[in-house]
């Protein structure tokens, strides 16, 4: 006759194993994933007729990253580095340089008339540039809108830009646009 093998109760492992994953979840942080914080168009609406935006050469500055992560500021290979600083000689084209941006007076209300740059960012990249220099040239151009935005405000109300209350900082805003223009990515390398 075959000896009977005792067997082990298992019906707590049930218990166990749902109070251990009850504990995991508790106890788990999770990371929070961390974007850039842009504010993107309406989508327009389906009906709605698109308006041809006439920009003038002399208002834009190309910003290219080709898919060995070179950098192109207008006609001139640039490091990450040096762009913030080209962007605000840029827009803010101090000399009235005839080839940067023009100004136009505006009116602007809690300021009045303000000579405001027409200048336009274009970010340009390839579909094989890295993600992590594609940040770094997209922080610096919004690094020199900061700046000039801080220049402004320093200069007209004493503070710098995120010292301001809600009102003065639509006024500085309105000064002082951030335009900028993203291409869609282009595969540079797969065309002959």
């Known amino acids: 006759m075959a000896k009977k093998t005792p067997e082990i109760n298992a019906s707590s492992q049930a218990d166990i ?29 389906e009906n709605q007729q698109q308006d041809e935006v006439k920009i003038n050469r002399r208002n834009i500055v190309v910003v290219k990253i080709n898919a060995q992560d070179r950098i192109m500021v207008g006609s ?45 960012v274009s970010l340009q990249n390839d579909k094989g540039t890295l993600y992590n220099t594609y940040i770094q040239v997209q922080n610096e151009i919004v690094r020199a809108i900061n700046e000039i935005r ?4 320093t200069q007209h109300y004493g503070k710098k830009f995120a010292q301001l209350d809600e009102d003065h900082q639509k006024i500085v805003k309105e000064a002082v646009p ?15």
Not at 19 to 45: A, H, N, S, Y
Not at 150 to 153: A, E, I, P
Not at 183 to 192: I, R, S, T, W, Y
């Open 17 to 45: 194993a749902f109070l251990l994953l009850v504990f995991f979840l508790i106890t788990t942080t999770m990371d929070v994933d961390k974007g850039l914080q842009r504010k993107l168009p309406p989508m327009p609406e």
């Open 76 to 120: 001139k290979p640039s490091d990450v580095s040096e762009i913030k600083d080209q962007i605000v000689e840029f827009l803010t084209n101090p000399n009235d340089d005839p080839n940067k941006p023009e100004k136009e007076v505006k009116f602007i209300k809690g300021l009045g008339n303000y000579a405001v740059s027409k200048g336009v």
């Open 150 to 153: 801080d220049q402004f405000s």
């Open 178 to 192: 951030q335009n900028i223009s993203e291409a869609e990515p282009k595969d540079v390398k797969g065309k002959k």
